[in-house]
């Protein structure tokens, strides 16, 4: 019999491993990395709100260190007013159905205010409550979102209040938008227009192929827009204007 050692192989004739992969342990060191790395702030709270753990991006939101925030409770980084209203209902929503999601205000280290989106998850960890908080920065987008709404208004308000019809075609010539005055004018209550062709609903037919065409290239490009272009138009009752 040969002195050599004969490889014992598993089913399928595949060799055993001797250094077989732990998922537990990689999975565990995936998810501190995303936790280490993750763009927004990262943080592991019990119920009471003490904080256990933070990443970077929390320290960096925040302007605290690592070890300032783990000494504090969430409810110092928010208004007294949200501690005493909205925190509680946080905790009651996270026991009842194990997710909570929270528009509010974050107050930094240097006092200034930014408003945040808050995702929570209750988890488990030693048999103990402990909760899972991504928190993002959205100041800017409301500011973005605030000044949309005022440049809406403002131009809503040109509309009501301006004494020439005003309109917006899309490329096919889709009535999308037409003011209070265009409405009066063409003799249509407020929303009827929407979604109609313009050439064929407010056109007479012996202007309707020449405007159409000086509109087709503009879209085009092959015309430059022109501030001043005379038609007629046809109202609802059929009359030319």
């Known amino acids: 019999m040969s002195g050599k050692g004969v490889r014992k192989k598993q089913k399928h004739g595949r060799p055993t491993a001797k250094h077989p992969i732990d998922a ?5 060191e995936l998810a501190r990395s995303l936790f280490n790395f993750s763009p927004d702030a ?11 753990d933070c990443n970077e991006a929390a320290c960096k939101m925040l302007g605290y260190k690592k070890d300032e925030l783990l000494k504090m409770k969430a409810d110092k980084l928010v208004p007294e007013e949200d501690a005493r209203t909205i925190f509680p209902k946080i905790v009651k929503d996270l026991l009842s159905t194990g997710t ?56 809503e308000h040109y509309l009501r209040v301006a004494g020439a ?39 007479s037919t012996e202007d309707r192929e020449e405007v159409r065409g000086v509109f087709k290239k503009c879209i085009e490009g092959k015309l430059k827009l022109v501030e001043h272009y005379e038609n007629h ?7 030319k204007k």
């Open 233 to 239: 138009v046809v109202t609802k009752d059929g009359e």
């Open 42 to 52: 990262m943080f592991l709270e019990y119920l009471d709100g003490k904080i256990i």
């Open 24 to 28: 537990e342990v990689c999975s565990g």
């Open 100 to 155: 909570a999601v929270l528009e509010s205000q974050n107050i930094r280290k240097d006092k200034t205010v930014i408003l945040v989106e808050a995702h929570f998850k209750l988890l488990q960890r030693n048999e103990k409550p402990i909760v899972f908080v991504v928190v993002r920065d959205v100041s800017r987008y409301k500011e973005i979102e605030k000044q949309i709404s005022e440049e809406k208004e403002k131009i």
């Open 165 to 203: 019809m005003i309109l917006v075609l899309d490329k096919r010539g889709t009535i999308t938008l037409i003011n209070k005055k265009g409405n009066e004018i063409l003799g249509y209550k407020n929303g009827e227009l929407v979604g109609k062709n313009w050439f064929t609903a407010c056109l």
